[in-house]
T-cell receptor, first 115, second 111 residues
Framework: DVKVTQSSRYLVKRTGEKVFLECVQD?????MFWYRQDPGLGLRLIYF???????EKGDIPEGYSVSREKKERFSLILESASTNQTSMYLC??????????????FGSGTRLTVV | RKEVEQDPGPFNVPEGATVAFNCTYS??????FFWYRQDCRKEPKLLMS???SGNEDGRFTAQLNRASQYISLLIRDSKLSDSATYLC????????????FGDGTTLTVKP
């Protein structure tokens, strides 16, 4: 089975800190994604990457950046953490190919609290 | 209007019941469709992809209606362990790998 590993399950950071959330997948997937999930707002796409060094903005990229230097690793960076970035962050990866019906495999999530 | 909308729920059903969830999508060019299951405080897990002709996996049946732009999930003979939030997801556009999710429908199966 594909495994998507997020480096931290819980994280508490101070306002203004630079925060790095790491995500690693072990199945050579090209596509990787970062979402945040908030009560009443559902899952919202922050950034995604189709391949190494490629990145595209999702629906809510403000305040975030990403890095994909290696195929297996996709990092989310909060440039200057703010309290409204307190959320559950979910990383996902997806197989590609001729079949379009590949769904996501999610990591177990990082619950970030900014104080 | 949201791009992907689900029945608001919650659904509370007895064990053994049949329950159905619907999910509507706004973009007629949508290409791929999925159902995920999310347990409390856990990550979503892919339940099944939804194929044009409909597909079944044990007690679960997924259907797609392109004309009316919705997908459905039917759960037969509900088990206590089916209690979870069910999320639908839709892919469209040139970046067809990225999914837009519904807000989810919560199902509670009671003894």
């Amino acid at each position: 089975d594909v495994k998507v590993t997020q480096s931290s399950r819980y994280l508490v950071k101070r306002t203004g800190e630079k925060v790095f959330l790491e995500c690693v997948q072990d199945m050579d997937h090209e596509n990787m994604f970062w979402y945040r999930q908030d009560p009443g707002l559902g899952l919202r796409l922050i950034y995604f990457s189709y391949d190494v060094k490629m990145k595209e903005k999702g629906d809510i990229p403000e305040g975030y950046s990403v890095s994909r230097e290696k195929k297996e690793r996709f990092s989310l960076i909060l440039e200057s953490a703010s309290t409204n970035q307190t959320s559950m962050y979910l990383c996902a990866s997806r197989n590609t190919g001729t079949i379009s019906n590949y769904g996501y495999t999610f990591g177990s999530g990082t619950r970030l609290t900014v104080v | 209007r949201k791009e992907v909308e689900q029945d608001p729920g919650p659904f509370n059903v007895p064990e053994g019941a049949t329950v159905a969830f619907n999910c509507t999508y706004s973009n007629s060019a949508s290409q791929s469709f999925f159902w995920y299951r999310q347990d409390c405080r856990k990550e979503p897990k892919l339940l099944m992809s939804v194929y044009s002709s409909g597909n079944e996996d044990g007690r679960f049946t997924a259907q797609l209606n392109r004309a009316s732009q919705y997908i459905s999930l039917l759960i037969r003979d509900s088990k206590l362990s089916d209690s979870a939030t069910y999320l639908c997801a839709v892919n469209w556009g040139t970046n067809a790998g990225k999914s837009t999710f519904g807000d989810g429908t919560t199902l509670t199966v009671k003894p």
